[in-house]
């Protein structure tokens, strides 16, 4: 492949339909090397700014960067793209299929059909390969369109809900695969209902919603805006901490506490933390004090609220 790695910017991207804003001004970079993920409602706006980036819908206004200059239309060929829209051919064979979309793709038949090979190995789908598409269940269709984008050293992926319809084997084989990829510098961005996996698999992250991003980071600097809430274990009953001014209790259960750090700086927060300490000495012990991490599932609430 001619066209090595970049990473993808994307400045003030805005698509109009008639009098309908689908996506607002939107602004974000998928890193070479690393995994971004999208995650928004239905609606929110995603796979139009996909589509965007791969020329498949025209812009509004914005832009879209390959590195540092305008995307060509050489730089979205080089892409690995699973549309929201599947586009196999339900009758035809899956290995035949593939080893064609990789000649489409300028792969002469012999690498085509060692790539297609080894990558329905990877998958699971060794012994399907004389099947048609049709024959398949939709997880094991997804693991083929999969293929069909990674099977041609992609310099960019870009894959609208790739782990939709995967059992959690076929979902680790699919991490395992991306991993490799932005390994050699490829970088990668895919949309996902599944918050969990996200935050799992993602070095970065952009949430979306009514067209806009609403927050975009690494999971710890997306987190790091969310309340500063700490669990505290006693020795003996913790409704006393209800006493200690600067907090907000969100719950006690017995000798456990959920504490909210109410005062705004962070010197006030350690004031906060040594007076809650002193008192817990006083009242006879506390065992634990440790941060609660917010569930990205809370962050994305917040920031879409």
């Known amino acids: 492949m001619d066209t090595a790695p970049q990473s993808i910017t994307v400045g003030g991207l805005t698509r109009r339909f008639g009098e309908v804003v689908a996506v607002d001004g939107v602004d974000f970079t998928v890193p070479a090397g690393q995994m971004t993920g999208f995650v928004g409602g239905n609606g929110a706006g995603k796979t139009t700014t996909m589509r965007m980036i ?16 305008p995307i060509t239309t050489a730089d979205q060929r080089a892409i690995g793209y699973m549309p929201e829209e599947r586009g196999l051919y339900p009758k035809q064979k899956i290995a035949e299929q593939l080893i064609y979309l990789g000649q489409l793709k300028g792969m002469s038949r012999s690498h085509s059909r060692e790539a297609v090979m080894e990558l329905l190995e990877r998958l699971g789908l060794h012994e399907r390969t004389g099947d048609p598409v049709e024959k398949l269940s939709l997880g094991n269709q997804q693991r083929v369109q999969i293929a069909a984008a990674l099977m041609t050293d992609p310099a960019a992926l870009i894959l609208d809900e790739p782990f939709s319809g995967l059992d959690p084997d076929a979902v680790d084989s699919m991490a395992d695969l991306l991993r490799e990829q932005t390994a050699r510098g490829v970088p990668v961005l895919f949309s996902s209902h599944q918050l969990d996996l996200v935050d799992r698999l993602c070095d970065r992250l952009v949430i979306l919603a009514g067209g806009r991003v609403r927050a975009q980071g690494t ?47 962070e010197p006030e927060r350690l004031e906060t933390l040594e007076r809650l300490l002193g008192e817990g000495l006083r009242r006879g012990g506390v065992t634990e004090l440790s941060p609660v991490v917010p569930a990205l599932s809370e962050v994305y609430r917040e920031v879409t609220a």
């Open 219 to 265: 999971p710890a600097e997306l987190r790091g805006g969310s309340p500063r809430r700490h669990r505290l274990v006693a020795t003996r009953d913790a409704g006393w901490v209800r006493e200690v001014a600067g907090l907000d209790v969100v719950d006690v259960d017995g000798p456990v506490a959920v504490l909210d750090l109410a005062a705004a700086s």
């Open 54 to 69: 791969m020329g498949v819908l025209g812009i509004t206004e914005g832009r879209v960067l390959w590195g540092e200059r």
